[in-house]
């Protein structure tokens, strides 16, 4: 199944994404993972998107772009994947629907938009941990590790992602606003869309998430 995970920061994508892939056993790609590690490893691609990064704004659409033609050219994704933070732009998810139909002879199943008020997006954020070496989200309350501070999977210690600041954080829902909404009425037309109230429980989204998708 191809699925596209859509929502503002802090929604849930990257915890939904996640078990969705495990259940599924398909792959989980996040634009916002690779683009993270390439800024850690300070490739040329990293040193490009760090500063868009750290201001909260968007990087630009033909390196996001590049970046997932690269990734979807992989034997992975053959059986389905499930996407988190991209498409972000109606140009991205036109290039999405070109690169499916011309490298993958494909087209999107689903695609799940997890909504969530502005204020516990901001309370999900600024809680929020996450293990440098695996990726894996946890959040200080709402789903904390095992053991605290250590990652559950691989035991790396948490950190705190560098555009979880607050101010940071005001800005990247500002530019979701402007420029990721009309996401929603993209899919909307083309009848993919399915809408899932994100404010409950992790596990409580997912079997909505489940529910939904069948
Ligand atoms: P990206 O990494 O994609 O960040 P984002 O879209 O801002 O979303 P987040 O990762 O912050 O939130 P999420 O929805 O994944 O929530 P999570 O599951 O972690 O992008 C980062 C940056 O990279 C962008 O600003 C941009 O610069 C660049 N970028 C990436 N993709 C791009 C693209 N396509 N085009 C251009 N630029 C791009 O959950 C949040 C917290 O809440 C966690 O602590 C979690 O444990 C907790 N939580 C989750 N679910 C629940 C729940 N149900 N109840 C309580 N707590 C919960
Ligand atoms: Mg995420």
């Known amino acids: 199944m191809y699925l596209v995970l859509l929502g503002p920061p802090g929604a849930g994508k990257g915890t939904q994404a996640d078990l969705l892939s495990r259940n599924r056993d398909i792959p989980h790609i996040s634009t916002g993972d690779i683009l993270r590690s390439a800024v850690d490893e300070e490739t040329e691609l990293g040193e490009e998107a760090r500063e868009h990064m750290e201001r909260g704004d968007l990087v630009p659409d033909e390196v996001v772009i590049g970046i997932t033609r690269q990734r979807l050219a992989a034997d992975d994704v ?33 695609v799940i938009n997890l909504d969530v008020p502005e204020t516990e997006l901001i309370r999900r954020m600024t809680g929020r ?34 555009d979880d600041k607050e101010s940071v954080v005001r800005q990247r829902l500002q530019v979701y606003q402007k420029s990721s909404k009309p996401l929603i009425d993209y899919y909307d037309d083309l009848g993919l869309l399915v809408n899932v109230d994100g404010r409950g429980s992790v596990e409580q989204v997912y079997e909505a998430i489940e529910d939904l998708i069948g």
């Open 78 to 110: 053959a059986d389905g994947f499930v996407l988190d933070g991209f498409p972000r732009t109606v140009r991205q998810a036109e290039s999405l629907d070109s690169i499916m139909q011309q490298d993958m002879d494909g087209s999107l199943d689903v």
């Open 129 to 162: 941990r996450i293990c440098p070496t695996c990726g894996r989200n946890y959040h200080l309350v709402f789903n904390a590790p095992r053991s605290l501070g250590e990652c559950d999977e691989c035991g790396s210690d948490l950190i705190q992602r560098e």
